[in-house]
């Protein structure tokens, strides 16, 4: 008996403060009708999607770029333009006031501030003991959140980078992920494990990791990956409130991404994926910073006379296959951009679960762009071709549509 | 008979003369008693406890019925395992018994306690039932952990205690955690964190040691030294291996982890430290019967002439029975028919476990994450992904 949902989702993105430039079409308002039929077969109608903690979700949520006319519905107010780093924030900020329970723990979030200055100001509102610096101690102080979150505290653990999370493994796997099911339940593990990761701009090998690869298999965690101001937010504040372990994948390059997200509180599904831009010739699964090369790519493919269906799957563990799957449906075609590794990377994964879920509806085999197999050399031509480039994207649907 | 008569001339020596005691079981007093223990307790950077301990017959045969009740229990894990009831690992606790119920009796259940697997006894000591224990141990479903986890993840949230834990030494982090949540919430308690003398070498302990000394968090770090980690001797994998003295800046204090007063003494001090000074250490110097696991005889890497040595002249429930002894608190037939009663209490429990169900093949996607938020697994190629959105 699965949920059907009637679900029409389209969202607008403001790339202002990167080098694309936007889209000249009229991208439709995202709108949020939806009828749930859940699985104990109640039927509730979907204007006023809350979740069981009552947050007032806005309704009609636009996300309007500058130089749009957007039909704005009169209820919402203008909203505020703010950057990734400081969308992040305020979520942070507005569960830590909404709930004494949750607290920070990481390397120089507190006096410092965050080194993405994620965390800035809030040492100074809540306290030393709220918002810990601890020393240079991953896998202890990673341990130290879980111990915390046995107990029923919410603690959100900040990686420096997500590479270094890689000294946390032990604890993340074997205690954060399986201690809900060894306990036969009587432990929930509610910590957040955050950080930046992805190949940044000359980083070099170590700092340019790209962990989801190396997670994706641990059971009982949920992983999602934001990529924009209002998912960032909206992800954030539904990891904390979240009574799983959920790793939240940030990416260097995206904190100064700015856009215009509403005042109204909301709140994302951790396992939802957002369709960014409808279409029919083929379906483009990506996250994080690749979303960018996508849409970057889609104009060109637009020009081209294609019309790229573009997914941000935002969900990495589980996957949205519900949306996924109605995709496939409507195109047949699959190109997965992604900026994990080849090798037992996300899109790995996801190549193999749609082709066993949707086999029968594809008419070409999935085409899986990744990053290379190699460490991310230092020098910025050399960086630059690790990771797949929009020409690389227009070439492999191009391949893909004939 | 003339070691006893001898061994109570010379506790007559050194006790005051309070020989008050009620006779027989039922009418065991509450009147303290004092005794000594049988090894003055050594400091670093700290002034350790007095000696003197107070007890009473009716706490001293709580400590004998308890220890015996775990002592019975590990046995008869070990038939249990050999008749292939139990499988996969088994740690064993004899032995050390007295440094779970001697640190029972300093605390309440709002302290936590967090060890690693060697944990029946300990779980039994937070509250746990004889059924919850053999049943996890078998497998069942009515296991503490439903039979999920198994000997190494005997876990009781209400009893205050935390686990179970298979790798060595992650669970020290997670006591950290435990205390800082403790003192996050300001509620005058504290954690325990056991660990072995194998896992004291591990990083993330003395990473975990000086978070809680900079942060001053409630945490007591316990270390049961048996001497060996699995089949390496403790002079042969630590370049120092007094473990009280490895905090450095933590003070610590040397236990005769086989004397259950001198436990019960050491964890009252500690406690009454952690909650105003921050974390110390506590190394119980004990000993295991057994081998690490069932699967190591335990004899490849000691004699047996050792194992029989310190089960004559240290073994703790033998310590107690002289003691209740010499103070005329129950005659030897009395601590007989508590023997009795106790095997009779674990052969009732096996049998009952034996019986018990084994958990449904649909718990295998159970708890795997907590309901509430949507997404409910159904297996690992997702087949059965069902997504309900709020």
Known sequence: ?????????????????????????????????????????????????????????????????????????????????????????????????????????????????????????????????????????????????IGAAMTGLRPIVEGMNMGFLLLAFNQISNNCGMLHYTSGGQFKIPIVIRGPGGVGRQ???????????YFQSIPGIQM????????????????????NPVILFEHVLLYNLKERIPDEEYVLSLEEAEKVRPGKHVTVLTYSRMRYHVMQAAKTLVNKGYDPEVIDIRSLKPFDLHTIGNSVKKTHRVLIVEECMRTGGIGASLTASINEHFHDYLDAPIVCLSSQDVPTPYAGVLEEWTVVQPAQIVAAVEQLCQ | MAQLTHRASALHKSIPAVLFAARGLATASTSPITVETSLPFTGHKIDPPSRSVETSSQELLTFFRDMALMRRMEIAADSLYKAKLIRGFCHLYDGQEAVCVGMEAAINKKDCIITAYRDHCIFLGRGGTLLEAFAELMGR????????????????????????????????????????????????SVTFAMYGDGAANQGQLFEALNMAALWDLPAILVCENNHYGMGTAEWRAAKSPAYYKR?????????????????????????????KNGPIILEMDTYRYHGHSMSDPGSTYRTRDEISGVRQERDPIERVRKLILTHDIATEKELKDTEKEVRKEVDEAIAQAKESPMPDPSELFTNVYVKGLGTESFGADRKELRTVLP
């Open chain 1, 1 to 145: 008996m699965a949920a059907t949902i009637l679900h029409g989702v389209g969202a607008t993105t403001a790339l202002s403060s990167i080098n694309y430039n936007n889209s000249r079409r009229s991208l439709p308002e995202r709108k949020r009708t939806s009828l749930v039929i859940q699985c104990d077969g109640s039927l509730s109608s979907g204007l006023n999607i809350s979740n069981n903690r009552g947050a007032k979700l806005s309704t009609n949520a636009v996300a309007q770029s500058k130089q749009e006319n957007v039909t704005a519905s009169t209820t919402s107010k203008p909203g505020h333009e703010l950057l990734l780093f400081e969308a992040l924030r305020e979520g942070l900020e507005e569960e830590m006031e909404r709930d004494p329970h949750v607290c920070v723990m990481g390397e120089d979030v507190g006096h410092y501030g965050g080194s993405y200055k994620v965390t800035k100001g809030l040492a100074d509102k809540y306290g030393d003991l709220r918002v810990l610096d601890t020393p240079i101690a991953e896998n202890s102080f990673t341990g130290m959140g």
């Open chain 1, 203 to 213: 980083l070099g090998a170590e700092h340019s990791q790209r962990l989801e690869s």
């Open chain 1, 224 to 243: 999602v990956a934001c990529s924009t101001p209002y998912n960032a937010k909206g992800l954030m504040k539904a990891a904390i409130r979240s009574d």
């Open chain 2, 141 to 188: 479903k009515s296991g503490c952990s439903k039979g999920k986890g198994g000997s190494m993840h005997f876990y009781k949230k209400e009893g205050g205690f935390y686990g179970g834990h298979g790798i060595v030494g992650a669970q020290v982090p997670l006591g950290c955690g435990l205390a800082f949540a403790q003192k996050y919430s300001k509620d005058e």
């Open chain 2, 247 to 275: 905090g450095d800046y933590v003070p610590g204090l040397k236990v005769d982890g086989m004397d259950v007063l001198a436990v019960k003494q050491a964890c009252k001090f500690a406690k009454e430290h952690a909650l």
